[in-house]
Each structure stands twice: as C-alpha cells, then as structure tokens.
C-alpha cells in the first residue's frame, strides 16, 4: 500500500465553529483522518508546499508511521520543528494510524501502546474511558453557568471545566471569582471534578496566588494556563506554592521537548498535550510517558475538534495516567463539532465513552456535514 495524496478540508459554520480536518489517501482505497487546530490555509500551504507533507510522503508505506513521522519532522526542520508545522505533522500522523489499524483490522489503541515502568494496574486496554466537558463559552452571568453546568451533569460528565470570560471568572475581582467558582460547584455537586480554565489571565504570580487560594475550598481539580505561557519560572513559582495542580500544555506547546521544559522548568503537575495540535498520538503517548515518570498526570487537550477527541479515546485507552481527556459543549452548538464523525461519540450514565473495536480510530466523517459546511481553505 502506498500514499497517493494528503487532503486538507477546511469546515466553516459562520458564527460558531471552524475546521481544520486532514485526510490521507492510499492507492489500496483505505484513507485515514486527523486533524489540526490550526488555520485551514496554513496547512493546506504545509501539505501542498514545494517540498511540502504531500511530497514527502508520496509513495510511502502508510504502515510506517513512526518512521514516517520522523521523515516528516527531519524534512521540515528549517521551518518546523515546534508550532504550525508541528500541528500539519501530528493531523498527518493520526490519519496514517486510521489506517494502518484499518489495514491491520485493529483498532488504534491496539497499535500504540507505550511501556510505563513500575505501572500497577493491568496492561489491558481499558474499554471505556471518561471525558471531562468544557462548557463554553461558560456564560454571561451566574445564572447561565447553572443552566450550562447544569446541562454538562445532565449529559452524565463526571467533571466540567469553567473557563474565563469577560465578566466572569479572572476577570473582574478575587469576589467574583469566588462567586463564580460556588456557583458552578454547587451546580455540579461535590462527587464530580471541577477545572479551572484562566488562559493566561493572569500577568503574575502574587495575583494568582490570592485567587486560587480564595477558590482552593471549592476544590478544583486543576488550574490551567493561569500565567503567559512563556513564563515558566511563573509557573514554578507558582506551583510550588499551592496544594492546587497547575496544568498547563495547550497554548500553541509542541512535541515533547518543550513538554520536557514545561516539566522541568515550570514544575507543573499536570501536561496538557494537544491532540490537534502537539505532533501526534505517538508524541503525545512520549509526552505521558514522561510525565508518568515524575508522578505528574497527562490530561490532553481537543476543545471542539472531534477528530482529536477520537485520538484522545484511544490515547486514555492504554495511557495510565489519563484520567481525563477534554470533549465539548459548546454554545452555540454547531453540526461541525457534535455531528462531524459517525458514529457520534456519546458519554453513558457512568460519565465514561466506550472505546470502540472498529479497526482505526473507529470513526468516519459524515460526509453530509462536510458537503454542507465545506469550504476553499482560509
């Protein structure tokens, strides 16, 4: 089997969401799909460039992946190795799994395993796995986050993520924080898990200090990107300072050396590598792998891209320290995120998704939805 062709499909519905998806095509009529959350004319110009993805693996044995990915990575060196070009990578990456576990009639999971020393529970590949919901936007008021949270905990979510927002959390006063903060664990009840999304809000450490501090006894789960994500020496000090886990990874953070700096130097507690965005499942499995090692967890990161969100189903299949991974409830909802994969994903009574058998990653897009919301790449 060869690689014939690289597709990029660029979704758009006005007003509510945008798409990035990759597909890869073989001359045996097996594709796979991945995708990039990144802007749809950038990668097209990754894929189609002279001497670009497309060229560099024309011809190529899809079954080869991770070889393939280091082909992709060496080739693209002067103008890759971290950011956009890493994000165009790790799209081709997922689809070359889809289908090598669909030429290999193996579900992904199946395909990835990474070795984890001294690790306790059974080397099975879990059969279900939990998401946590970040609700987004989290709502103008008080009163819209109990109705969101509210409909995430209807939906079986086990944890909701509250994220910042003008008027809302990080970004009127230590008050409102709190305010904000009650509200949404009263909502959620004290059995499941709440995260904290700041996205880089706060300019410094004395600032976030007061306010986790101010919201520690509602017990979040993490805090994430709470300083500039360049500020590493922030987040150790930080870090080292509070009982909260500091997580931090989704901020435009690629493959797993600057994932070693962020370990190292920010002294995290929790990485959030990007399945849209960070290299690829192979380099996020590197990436957990290294965490596991300092005792720290991997909750990877997707938002709306739900061909990321099938990525992390098989990466917390076989990872094991994955509690979580991220799935959306976005407001407005649009088909391009709850109705772009077939079958749809849903999340059962006990808050957990069942990691499908299918060969690859299990899912196909609908290709009514890509037919209505296609567009030229922008």
């Not at 097209?44 to 011809?59: F, K, P, S, V």
């Not at 509250?162 to 008050?175: A, R, T, Y």
């Not at 507690?269 to 005792?295: C, F, H, K, L, M």
């Amino acid at each position: 089997m060869k690689i014939t062709a690289i597709e990029t499909i660029a979704l758009m519905d006005p007003g509510k969401a945008w798409e990035t998806v990759v597909r890869v095509h073989t001359d045996e009529g097996i594709s796979g799909i991945g995708q990039a959350e990144s802007p749809s004319l950038v990668i097209e110009a990754i894929i189609r460039c002279d001497g670009g993805l497309e060229e560099i693996l024309r011809g190529e044995d899809p079954l080869q992946v991770e070889r393939l990915w280091q082909k992709m990575y060496a080739a693209t060196g002067l103008f890759g190795r971290r950011g956009v070009t890493i994000a165009a990578i790790g799209a081709v990456e997922t689809a070359l799994w889809d289908i090598a576990g669909q030429a290999l009639g193996k579900p992904v999971c199946e395909l990835i395993w990474q070795a984890c020393c001294t690790v306790t529970e059974s080397s099975e590949v879990r059969e279900r796995v939990r998401p946590y919901a970040t609700v987004y936007p989290p709502g103008e008021d008080v009163g819209e986050i109990v109705e969101r949270f509210t409909l995430a905990r209807e939906r079986n979510f086990r944890a909701m993520k509250l994220e910042e927002w003008p008027g809302g959390f990080s970004h009127v006063s230590i008050k409102r924080d709190v305010e904000v903060v009650r509200a949404a664990r009263e909502t959620i009840g004290e059995e499941r898990d709440l995260l904290i999304d700041v996205q880089n809000r706060w300019s410094e450490v004395g600032q976030a200090l007061e306010s986790i501090r101010a919201i520690a006894a509602f017990r979040p789960f993490f805090v994430e990107a709470p300083l500039p994500a360049d500020n590493l020496p922030g987040l150790a000090r930080l870090a080292d300072a509070v009982d909260t886990r500091i997580a931090v990874g989704d901020w435009g953070f690629t493959t797993r050396f600057e994932f070693e700096e962020i370990m190292e130097k920010g002294r995290v507690d929790v990485v959030q590598p990007s399945s849209v965005r960070s290299g690829g499942i192979r380099e996020i499995t590197r990436i957990a792998e290294a965490a596991y090692r300092r005792g720290l967890i991997c909750v990877p990161h997707a938002w709306c891209h739900m061909v990321g969100v099938a990525a992390e189903i098989h990466l917390a299949a076989v990872l094991p320290n994955m509690p979580y991974f991220e799935m959306p409830i976005a407001f407005p909802d649009s088909p391009i995120i709850s109705e772009l994969l077939e079958p749809v994903i849903k999340v059962d009574p006990d808050g957990l998704i069942e990691v499908p058998k299918r060969p690859g990653l299990g899912f196909a897009l609908n290709e009514d939805v890509v037919e209505q919301f296609r567009v030229a790449p922008h």
